[in-house]
């Protein structure tokens, strides 16, 4: 098992592959991997209009986001989607997709795996003051982003907890139990599965 403390010192800012705008790469598989050869990438992009997002063949990816009126993607000759604030989103990366944004800039949460080799889960626990969850995913890697708030997070039954505060996320590489929990104030949490695909 490997645990990553990472907070945003440790987060890097970089343009999209496109070059249309910046993003802030929180993690990336294997460590230091570009744009075309990662296993997963975990980021936060600002949108400040409306634009065509980078195509990524062979990548799932899942967007949630975080800020700003709701925005429409259109993936061309395909569908239309609105997004809903703090809702998981997952469409192919390899598809032609224009963002609209409804008025206001946006911010983003993404997350984006190789199809080939993993596939992607994202959910969102709002935890009240008090309040704890307990995750039993059967995936390689997870992780956990404090969005908002701070945490407690306990690890196979641990007495030792790690404090996650706001924009703090941490990774842990193995098949375990995962407590976190809301002891000082209201919070809410990304989570991430990472499950190795099977044939």
């Given at each position: 098992?490997?645990?990553?403390?990472?907070?945003?010192?440790?987060y890097?800012?970089?343009?999209?592959k496109n070059?249309?705008?910046t993003?802030?790469?929180?993690a990336v598989d294997?460590?230091?991997?570009?744009?075309?050869?990662?296993?997963?990438?975990?980021?936060?992009a600002?949108?400040?209009?409306?634009?065509?997002?980078?195509?990524?063949?062979?990548?799932?990816?899942?967007?949630?986001?975080?800020?700003?009126?709701?925005?429409?993607?259109?993936?061309?000759?395909?569908?239309?989607?609105?997004?809903?604030?703090?809702?998981?989103?997952?469409?192919?990366?390899?598809?032609?997709?224009?963002?609209?944004?409804?008025?206001?800039?946006?911010?983003?949460?993404?997350?984006?795996?190789?199809?080939?080799?993993?596939?992607?889960?994202?959910?969102?626990?709002?935890?009240?003051r008090?309040?704890?969850?307990?995750?039993?995913?059967?995936?390689?890697?997870?992780?956990?982003?404090?969005?908002?708030?701070?945490?407690?997070?306990?690890?196979?039954?641990?007495?030792?907890?790690?404090d996650?505060?706001?924009?703090?996320?941490?990774?842990?590489?193995?098949?375990?139990?995962?407590?976190?929990a809301?002891?000082?104030?209201?919070?809410?949490?990304?989570?991430?599965?990472?499950?190795?695909?099977?044939?």
């Amino acid at each position: 098992m490997q645990i990553r403390h990472l907070r945003p010192s440790d987060y890097r800012v970089m343009p999209w592959k496109n070059g249309l705008g910046t993003t802030t790469e929180i993690a990336v598989d294997p460590p230091g991997a570009g744009l075309d050869d990662f296993s997963w990438r975990l980021s936060i992009a600002d949108l400040a209009a409306s634009g065509p997002f980078s195509t990524f063949p062979g990548i799932e990816r899942i967007i949630l986001q975080t800020e700003g009126e709701p925005m429409e993607l259109v993936h061309e000759e395909r569908c239309r989607r609105r997004l809903a604030l703090l809702s998981p989103y997952r469409f192919d990366g390899a598809w032609p997709t224009h963002g609209e944004l409804g008025g206001t800039p946006a911010r983003d949460f993404n997350v984006m795996a190789r199809r080939a080799r993993l596939r992607p889960s994202a959910g969102v626990h709002s935890l009240a003051r008090g309040s704890r969850i307990r995750l039993c995913l059967a995936a390689e890697t997870q992780i956990v982003h404090a969005f908002r708030g701070r945490v407690a997070i306990r690890i196979d039954g641990s007495d030792t907890a790690t404090d996650l505060l706001g924009s703090e996320t941490l990774i842990v590489e193995g098949q375990v139990e995962i407590e976190v929990a809301a002891d000082v104030e209201e919070a809410v949490v990304f989570v991430v599965a990472l499950e190795g695909s099977r044939p």
